[in-house]
C-alpha cells in the first residue's frame, strides 16, 4: 500500500470548506489535525473529523502525527505559519497569496531550501487543466510565438459575501489585487512562460463600504519576449463574468441559467465542466486559444478546432503534486519562489497604481512545466 500523507490544517475558516472534502476524497491523504485560535471551530473540527485540534500553528507543527501543514489562514500569518511548519520539518502546501511581503516571501524560500521540505503555492491557477494545455499549446510553437494574453474576472467578490477587514483592507493583505490577483498572475504567467518584464497597472476603491481596500484593477504586462498581456479584474458585482462562459465558474459548475451551451458539449446529470477563472483568450502568430466547457477552442486559418480535456481527477491538485514529488524524489512547482514571484506581479500592481507608472520586475522565475 502507498503510504498516506497527513494533514494539519493552519486555520479553519470558509477556506477549509473545499479542502476537508478534497482530502476525503484522495486516497493517500488524511486529515489528522486542526489549528485555528477560536474553541468553537476547535470543537467542531474534534466533534467532525475526529483530528487533533490546536490553538497554535506551531504547537500542531510538533505533533508525530502531521506530515504537511496546509496553510489556510489569514493573507497577514501565510509566512509565519508556513515557516513553522518548515521549521518543525513538516511539508507545506500555502494558499495564495505566498504571503504580504517580498521579505516574507523570501524568508519562507530561504527556510524550505535550509530545511529541505517540499512547498508547494497552493489555490493556484496553474493546476486548472485548461491553463495547462494553453501552455503546451504555446511552448510546443505550433501556433508560431505567444503575442497577447487577455485574462477578465467579474464577479461579487467583494460585495456578495460578509467580508472581514483583513479581507478587504489592503494594509492586511486584503481586497482583490492581494485575494483575486495572484489567480491572474498565475494564468497570465502560466501561459506566457513565467517571466514578465514590467506592468503598469490601475487599481480603485469605488465601493463605499469599503473605502480601504481595492474592489478592481486593470493590468498591463510586459514580457521578457515582448509579449503583451492584460488582466482585467472587477469584484462589485453588478456584470458576472459568466455570462460569457455559458455559466460555468470556478469549480466547473454550471449555474441553471446560465446561457446555452454550445453545439456537442458533453453532458450528463453529475457533469463538472472545466473550471473558468473568468474569460482568457490566447493570440499567437497563427491562431488564438480560449477555454470551451469541455477543454478549449483553437481558431485558425482552418476554422475552429474542439479539443477535449479530461476531468480533473478527485481531490486537490495540490496535495497530488507533493505526494508525487515526495515518492519521485523531486522538486515541487509551483514552488515557491513562483509564489514569490506572483506575489512581486501583485506588489507591483498596487505600486504603480500609487505612483502613476510603469515598474519593473526583479524576481520572475521561468514556468517549469
Not at 316 to 340: H, K, N, Q, S, V
Request: proline share 7%; with cysteine; hydrophobic share 35%.
Amino acid at each position: 500500500m502507498e503510504p498516506v500523507l497527513r494533514v494539519g490544517l493552519a486555520g479553519f475558516g470558509s477556506v477549509t470548506r473545499a479542502i476537508i472534502p478534497a482530502i476525503a476524497a484522495m486516497p493517500n491523504a488524511e486529515l489528522t489535525a486542526v489549528a485555528t485560535p477560536r474553541q468553537e471551530p476547535r470543537d467542531q473540527a474534534s466533534e467532525r473529523y475526529g483530528v487533533e485540534t490546536y490553538a497554535e500553528v506551531e504547537a500542531m507543527c510538533e505533533s508525530p502525527n502531521v506530515d504537511v501543514v496546509w496553510v489556510c489562514s489569514p493573507n497577514e500569518f501565510h509566512a509565519e505559519h508556513s515557516i513553522a511548519a518548515a521549521e518543525h520539518g513538516k511539508h507545506v502546501i500555502n494558499e495564495k497569496p505566498i504571503a504580504v511581503t517580498l521579505e516574507e516571501a523570501q524568508s519562507i524560500i530561504d527556510v524550505v531550501e535550509r530545511t529541505g521540505v517540499r512547498y508547494v503555492q497552493g489555490h493556484s491557477k496553474l493546476f486548472d487543466p485548461p491553463v495547462r494545455r494553453m501552455r503546451e499549446i504555446v511552448s510546443s510553437g505550433l501556433l508560431g510565438r505567444v503575442i497577447q494574453i487577455n485574462t477578465w474576472e467579474y464577479k461579487a467578490w467583494i460585495s456578495g459575501a460578509p467580508r472581514r477587514a483583513a479581507d478587504v483592507e489592503t494594509a492586511q493583505g486584503g481586497g482583490v489585487v492581494y485575494r483575486q490577483g495572484p489567480h491572474q498572475a498565475d494564468v497570465v504567467r502560466g501561459i506566457g512562460g513565467g517571466m514578465v518584464k514590467s506592468v503598469r497597472a490601475i487599481a480603485g476603491r469605488w465601493h463605499p463600504s469599503f473605502p480601504l481596500g481595492e474592489g478592481d484593477y486593470t493590468s498591463f504586462l510586459e514580457f521578457d519576449d515582448g509579449t503583451a498581456a492584460t488582466m482585467a479584474f472587477n469584484g462589485y458585482g453588478y456584470f458576472d463574468i459568466t455570462d460569457l462562459t455559458w455559466g460555468i465558474g470556478e469549480g466547473g459548475r454550471r449555474s441553471e441559467d446560465g446561457p446555452d451551451l454550445p453545439p456537442g458539449t458533453v453532458t450528463n446529470d453529475q457533469q463538472k465542466y472545466q473550471p473558468f477563472y473568468g474569460l482568457t483568450v490566447v493570440s499567437c502568430e497563427r491562431g488564438d486559444i480560449r477555454q470551451s466547457p469541455n477543454g478549449l477552442y483553437v481558431y485558425t486559418e482552418d476554422g475552429r478546432e474542439k479539443i477535449v480535456i479530461e476531468p480533473s481527477p478527485p481531490g486537490r491538485a495540490e496535495l497530488t503534486e507533493l505526494y508525487d514529488a515526495i515518492r519521485d524524489d523531486r522538486p515541487t512547482f509551483p514552488d515557491a519562489a513562483w509564489g514569490m514571484a506572483s506575489l512581486e506581479l501583485v506588489l507591483a500592481m498596487l505600486e504603480s497604481s500609487e505612483q502613476r507608472r510603469e515598474i519593473t520586475l526583479a524576481h520572475q522565475v521561468p514556468c517549469a512545466f
